[in-house]
Every structure is written in structure tokens, then in C-alpha cells.
């Protein structure tokens, strides 16, 4: 008995994603393999590894057996107590949301993600755990994930792809019932797939993952969940098949039974197509009565700012298939499936657009920060023709990252010295406040002490990337020095976040990094696509600068960027860069990661840092507008950003008192600590999702299921009679009248075979300097005589702006339906 419990508690831990973010259980890996423990701080590996006789040593010894069980024994108390969720929401509809991700980077020890799509959903899962939200996670399993980056001496980028041992992962095969091996398979065209499913624990919530790797199957389709973002579009069709279909049928299996699903990005779409296909098939309904009840319990997150960046295919591609799927399990022609992902549903050349399916299939769309929502309406108004950008149904929810990852050890004992343990699970309401009091000397400490982390893990690892490259490494020994200005800049090297700009004037570089008195010290890595060209040269561009005798000391990048690189970075940098074009960055979450770790931004005023900027918690770039890829703004804004260094950051951060305090620097901390590190966290994105989203949906899609559909029903018929008569809606005459500060409006209208309680008129003006537009329901009075179904309609509205502002509109009505989202048809008076 005693023999077992040793290494079952150890599994317990080891297979518990919580150990990155709770650094409580270190000490055991690091007592069982110090060195391999530093290396890859990935507990199950460490366990894997460790032999049989180093097991045993350790069950021997009573203070190790009694430290492991008091900490498995804290684990699962803290497993049971009630969170936020359960406070909030003591007798919710929502019992649970499926959350769908092509990518998740939740620890370098599960290398199943790329950047930031991964980073979102893996920092939001741990949030979620937190908060004891209700969520589980669905995503596939790559054998080789996302690729590895190597740099040649000359600046070449290499990449690689090692193989995923599923059996050094932290996952463990999901079984049914009888403890066996839960087996899976979706159709795709002749042959049958089958899936293996893995399990990940992440604190309180569990992330399934499927993957094709089974050997019963055709040589292609184990290769579906090979790499993540390689091969070609049929690759990526097949993945998304299989996260979308596979995902949904593997909850099913479970018995999971979500009321929300929530798509983070349109990868995940076709869940939507399987979902209502098992509402049909449970309730004996057609595909339009499933699709329009099971719509109102989807979300749909929008993580790209250009319409480029979603994913078509070949209406060949998915006719090949899906047209069986189509006709045989939804019970609709194809036309009408590929309709859902098109623009112009008779165009037959139109591609398939993965987004627009998600905006069909959805009740609800977000995207990723204020500025974001704004793009994407644009991106989708194409969708919702006549209907002013304003009102294209697309709200934010800013992204936010999960602090505790991200902290380092010395930030996490001064902010639960100033706020306390449970200061990231909870409000956070007065986080903000106690922060503000730590003292100027403590906050400049924290800077001090993170800064020589940094500087002491950069030697080390270019020590080794040198020696790798068959370089001499002593020079690694004198780079960086502990007192100096510290500068990260770390992203996936592509055109749009233009990682060069400090490159723009080489020679003005070098004199800020070099500067006797003032110097500066600069930290790079970032990955750039196998298939991205100008992206490699630019990497190619640093590695060359930072060779240059002049600046070895001070500039350094680093390769194969990724999870623990990316968690250094941050935590010992003191000004993170962000360059891009905005408004090309929908969100970018790097530069908030340095917040908790009292690091400060300079950055483009794009994605969350459009809405986190104020003069007094750093620095921005540009002017808020858009200038596309004009080279001759990038090189304004390039010369802007070397003379913000040069007049602003670097002399704030010299200019000392006379304890060697800069104060300015520390007042600027304090304020971006205080205001920023709460707003911009994954806790706060866990509840504005919950809050504003998923308790809605969850209610919206009960009362739709209800009756087999019976309400989803009327909402069908309700749209029939519209598309049928609306052609035959149209305005009579309008007369305005103005009196005692109030405008009259006066307008006839002619229903056409609809019944006044199917539409409203509607009095709409546009808004003035960037507020909300107007709208007024008109009220309906008298038939007119003389015509059947028209009538008269009035508002009477304020007077303080122009009558010709306001224009009179018909919108359809349905107490039910989601306006323009679900019913798009508008009519307006000219
Ligand atoms: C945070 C993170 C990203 C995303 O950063 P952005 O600012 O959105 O570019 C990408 N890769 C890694 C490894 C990260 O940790």
C-alpha cells in the first residue's frame, strides 16, 4: 500500500497543469531530478524519467512522504471550495461551456500551441479554473505541434520538428466506462477516422484533446494532427473536421452536455453544424430548426483584424468532404451548407469562409479589444448589407492574461505581502489600492532583482546557443550588465508587427545602446513562419546587427522563442516594445505580461494598448490612425520611436534621487501596476466573458431547446413571412415638424402581407464624434384609409440636432430574435 502511494500522489501532481502556475510542488521535482527539473520544468517528464531506486529513496524518507501528501491533500481541498462562479452565480442555467481552440499554451512541458491564439486560450483556461467557471477545454493533440527554431551563424532560420511523445506529455488517455481506451470516429469521405482522446488537467478543468495517430487508420489520416499550422489547406480542412465534429462527438461520448460552446476563432466552426445535427437527431427535427436553436448557446471570438486572415477553402475541398455529411446527417443540399460560408450565397466560385460559418452559427460575436470590435465590424458588415458599421453585431471582450504564470517569485511575494494570497481569484477590487502604497525603494527593488534573473539567464542560454553554433561562448560571460536599461522585444517575427523598426537607423541604434553614461540593453527572439519569407529576413537583419563588435555586449537575440523564454523575458525586462501596424495587432498580450512584474510598455496605440494608455503608465507610438504599410510612415514613426527613447524613457529611467531611486520611473510603475495588471488579466476576461456572454447564452439556448425546438420553430416562420413580403415593404410620405425644442416626425408605411408586431420603424441618426447612434421606435398609429396593412407612424425627438440627421428605417421584429445578427433585412426611407 505505502509502496504505491508514493508514486500515485507524484502522478497526481505531476499531471495537474496547475504546477505552473502554483509554484508550491517545485521543490519535489527539483528534488527528484534538479538538473532535467531546470531544464524543462515539466514535472511528469521528470517523473517519467526518475528511477525506480531514486522513488523509493524518497518514500523511505517520512518529511518527503509527509510534505508530498500535505500538498496533494491542499490540492484537493482547494478543489472543493467554492470560487467566484458559485458566488456570482448561485442558481445559474449555465452548467457548462465547451471551449474549442485549435492551440493551447499552457506550459512549455505541452508544446501544442504557436503564440498568441494559444496563449489566450491556455492563460484563459487557467483563469477559468480559478474563477471555478464551468468550462471545459476541446483542441487536438499534435504529434509534432508547432515547429522549433534554430539560427545558423550566418542568420538563417532553421526549423524542426521534434516528435510529441504522448507518453511524456502531462495527458492521459481518456476511457469509458470499463476503463478501456475511449475510441472515436468521425466519416471523412469513404473511409472512417478514428480518433484517440487525451485528457489534461488543468486545476479544476479539464481539456480533452483528440488526435488521429491511431494505427488502425490510412497512413494520411494519421498524419491530420501531425503539425500545427504546416501542410496545405486540405490538412487544415481536416484538422478543423475533426476538432469541430470530432470535438463535439467526443463531449457527447463523455456525456457532456454544454449549454454554451465558444468558438475561439473560426477554426472551431463546424462544431456548430454537428451541434445542431445532434439536436436533430435527439429531437426528430430538421436541420434549420437544430441550427436556429442550438445558435443562441454559441459564441463566436474573433482573433483577426484583416479579412485575409480567416480560413476559406475550395468549394471543391469541402464538397469533397462534406457534401455526404451534408445530405445524410444534416439533411440539407450542400448548396445550403456552403451558403453558410459565403458572402454571396449563389456565387459558386465564392470559397468557404470558416468566420462567416461562425457568424451564422452564432449568437454572439466578439472580438478581442475595443479597437478590434471596431475593425471586425467593418470586416463583417458585408454580411449585413444596409445596416450602418455601427450596428454589425460584433462587442469586445479584451483579452487578458493569467497573472500568476506570469509573475516572477520576487513579484509574487510583494503583491501578497501588499494584497494578499487570493488576490487573483477573486474581484480584484482593491488590488489596486494596496499595490499604490508599497513604497518607492520596494517597487525599484523588485525591478533590481528581476533585471539580474534576466541578465543571468541571457549568459547562460546564448553560453549555450554559441557553443550549439560552434562559436566561442566565453564571450556570453561579459554580455549585459545588471544596472542597465533593459529592452524585450519578443513576437512572431512577421511584416505586419514590424519587429525591425529600431533597425530603420542602424547607427542611431548603436549610439543609444552604446551611450557611456546612459546605455541601454537590448533583448530579441521571435519565430518567424516556415513559409514567411520577408519574416525570416528579418530575423536574419537582427541576428547580423547583434554580431557587430560594437554592440554584442548590449544587444543579444535569442532563439527558438517560446513559453519559458517568453516567461523570462517579461519578468526581468524593464520596457517592452510593440511595433506593429496598426490595426493589425487585434490584441497582442506580450506587453501585458510584464505588468504584474512592474515592467512598463512602449508601444504602437494599437489592440489593448489603444485602450490601456494614458500618459502616466508609459509610452505610445503613432498618432491612433491608420496609415496601411506606407513606408514613409514607418519611417516616421521609426524616428518617433528612437526619439521617445532618447527624450523620455531613457532619462526617466537615469534620473535618480539621492537613494538611486529614478522616481519618475517608480511613479510610472506604480500607476501601470495599480491600473493595468487587474484590467488586463485573464480573471477579469474570465468574468466579462461569463458575465456578459455565457450566463445569456446559456438561458437563451435552454429556452430555444424547449418543446423540441418549439420556439426556434415560430422564429423560422417568422423569417419565412419576411423573406417572402419584404420586397413588397416600402415608405409613403414624411413630414417633420418642429416645436418647443422638440422635432415631430410623421411617416406612412406600407407592410406589404406583414403584420405590424413583424417589423418596427425606427427614427436613426448616426453618431457624432465616435458615440452611440440614435434610435428611436416610432410608434404606430392609425391604418391608413384606403390601404391594407400601411399605417402611420410618429416620434417626436429631441431637437438638438438637424431633422435631415434622422432617417426613418424598417427592422424586422421578433421579440425572440437577435437584430441584425439572425434577420438582417433593413429598409430605409431614402
Ligand atoms: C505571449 C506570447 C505570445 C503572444 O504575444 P503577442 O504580444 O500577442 O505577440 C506569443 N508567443 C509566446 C511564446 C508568448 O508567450
Redesign the pocket.
Known sequence: MRDRETPDLLAELALDLRNCWDHTTHSVWSKIDPELWALTHNPWLVLQTASRTKIETLNADPQFREQLSELVHRQRESLKRPAWFQQAYPDSALGCVAFFSMEY?LSEALPI????L??VAGDYLKAASDLAVPIVGVGLLYQQGYFRQIIDVDGTQRALNPYNDPGQLPVSPVRNADGDWLRLSINLPGHKVWLRAWQVQVGRLKLYLLDSNDPANQPAYRGITSELYGGGSELRLTQELVLGIGGWRLLHELGIKPEVCHLNEGHAAFVVLERARSFMAENDVAFDVGLNVTRVGNLFTTHTPVAAGFDRFAPSLISGYLARYAREQLQIDLSRLLALGREHPDDHDEPFSMAYLAVRGCGAINGVSRLHAVVSRRIFQCLFPRWPDAEVPVGHVTNG?HTPTWDSAAADSLWTKACGQDRWRGLMDTVGSNIRCVADAELWELRATNRLELVRYVRQRLATELAARGEEPAIAQSVFDPNTLTLGF???FTSY?RPNQLLHDPERLVRILTNPDRPVQLVIAGKAHPDDKPGQAMVQAWVRFVQRPDVRRRAVFLSD???L???RL?QGADLWL?TPRRPW?A???????VLVNGGLNLSELD?WWAEAYSPEVGWALGDGQEHGDDPAWDAAEADALYEILEQRVIPDFYTRDHDGIPTRWVLTMRESMARLTPQFSANRAVREYTDKYYADAATAYRERARDRGKSAQSLLDWKAALLQHWADVRFGDLQVTTSAGKHHFQVQAYLGDLTPDQVRVELYAQSRDGAHPLRYQMTQGNPLPGSAKAFGYSAEVPASRAPDDYTPRVVPWHPAARIPLEESHILWFR
Open positions: 499554451a500551441y504557436s503564440g498568441g494559444g496563449n492574461v519578443a513576437r512572431r508587427k522563442y517560446d513559453l523564454l517568453a516567461e517579461v510593440n495587432e490584441s497582442g498580450t506580450s506587453g501585458m505580461k489592440g
